[in-house]
């Protein structure tokens, strides 16, 4: 039988003590930052226990540059930029695409890159998708990009900007701002990539990595199990999440990646410049890479909120609230920086479900 919440914090708190010194956690994705929040989880954690968010949400990591191409592409008269919703409000250097889109520029949020890819085989528009986020939501893109080859859809480009997880984790270790004792790996990309995606991290560094889900059960057995790695001194990539994912991942769905894609260096908002971290389209599939096709996308160089810390959240080097402007200039009506907008962002999950402001306290 599965052991209940009760039994697994009872069993974390035990394992907490044993191990008797500050213990930091990082979960490495924002369903699980949400998930975290929402659950009010770490008020029931053990004091010396702390879960930290990481560069998991594909919309704050996206670098200001790429907002602010993408509002040059929508300001085009022969373009539509179509997009999540999450990436409307995330601001530019100047401006946001739901603030083009109210100055005319033809902006629309659709649920699937497939909406797009029909869009622009139903229509004469140019239509451009912008492709953000990770292994989970690039092979619906790669797909759309082949089809659009293989049927001749040359109205249909993407503005890519997808990341890889495996090369944020090792930067983040890397730079040693931020000491860890284990990686709550995210559920859904390890579906696609596997758990042996990281195994080279948990042995290269030392350090214990478990895949898991987003229920709060889920969450609970990754923590209790990186704790008992961590008290055993196990250096390994485990699944803790047997429903979904699995050591091999999607072979299919790895092989598509690696047809339309190619790894290459790529910024990330917090984590700069970082090898091999990204994708871009093969040049078999130029006339469908927005980038080329429309290029050359002149911008002025990138300017970042003046005084939004979202670079050092997205490391575990600051907490959301500790952001001056947190609650203050910044919130999820007003977002002055990316972590505040997207619906997987730390600040905003720490906002809605986790903060208390002072005057309710006092
Ligand atoms: S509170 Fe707002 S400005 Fe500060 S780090 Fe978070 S998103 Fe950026």
């Given at each position: 039988m599965n052991p209940s919440t009760a039994e697994l914090l009872q069993r974390i708190r035990g394992l907490a003590d044993a191990i008797g010194r500050p213990i930091r956690l990082m979960e490495v994705c924002g369903t699980h930052t949400m998930a975290i929040s929402r659950s009010g989880l770490r008020a029931l954690l053990p004091p010396n226990l702390r879960l930290l968010s990481g560069p998991g949400c594909p919309v704050c990591v996206t670098p200001v540059d790429y907002v602010d191409k993408a509002i040059a592409l929508a300001r085009r008269p022969d373009v539509v930029v179509m997009t999540f919703g999450d990436m409307l409000r995330v601001p530019g250097s100047e401006s946001s695409l739901e603030q083009a889109r109210a100055e005319g520029a033809r902006v629309r949020v659709v649920y699937s890159p497939l909406d797009a890819f029909r869009a622009a085989r139903s229509g004469s528009d140019q239509v451009v998708f912008l492709g953000v986020g990770f292994e989970t939501t690039a092979p619906t893109v790669a797909w759309t990009v082949r089809e659009a080859r293989r049927l001749g859809v040359s109205n249909y480009s993407?503005?890519?900007?997808?990341?890889?997880?495996?090369?944020?984790?090792?930067?983040?270790?890397?730079?040693?701002?931020?000491?860890?004792?284990?990686?709550?790996?995210?559920?859904?990309?390890?579906?696609?990539?596997?758990?042996?995606?990281?195994?080279?991290?948990?042995?290269?560094?030392?350090?214990?990595?478990?895949?898991?889900?987003?229920?709060?059960?889920?969450?609970?057995?990754?923590?209790a199990r990186l704790l008992e790695m961590r008290c055993a001194g196990l250096a390994a990539a485990e699944n803790a999440y047997e429903r979904g994912a699995t050591s091999e991942g999607n072979p299919a769905g790895l092989a598509l990646l690696d047809e339309v894609f190619t790894a290459e260096t790529t910024v990330w908002r917090g984590l700069g410049a970082l090898l091999a971290s990204g994708l871009a389209l093969r040049p078999a599939f130029d006339a469908h890479d927005a980038e080329k096709r429309f290029a050359p996308l002149n911008v002025p160089p990138p300017r970042e909120p003046k005084g939004c810390r979202c670079g050092d959240v997205l490391r575990g080097a600051c907490l959301p609230d500790e952001c001056p402007l947190f609650g203050r200039t910044c919130a999820p009506e007003n977002p002055v920086g990316a972590c505040m907008v997207s619906s997987e962002g730390s600040c905003a999950a720490h906002f809605r479900y986790e903060w208390v402001p002072r005057e309710t306290t006092a």
């Open positions: 993407v503005l890519c900007a997808h990341k890889l997880i495996p090369p944020a984790m090792r930067a983040l270790l890397d730079s040693g701002e931020c000491r860890l004792d284990g990686f709550l790996c995210p559920g859904h990309v390890s579906v696609m990539i596997g758990t042996k995606a990281y195994e080279p991290i948990a042995h290269d560094y030392r350090l214990p990595c478990v895949v898991a889900g987003f229920e709060v059960l889920d969450i609970l057995r990754g923590v």
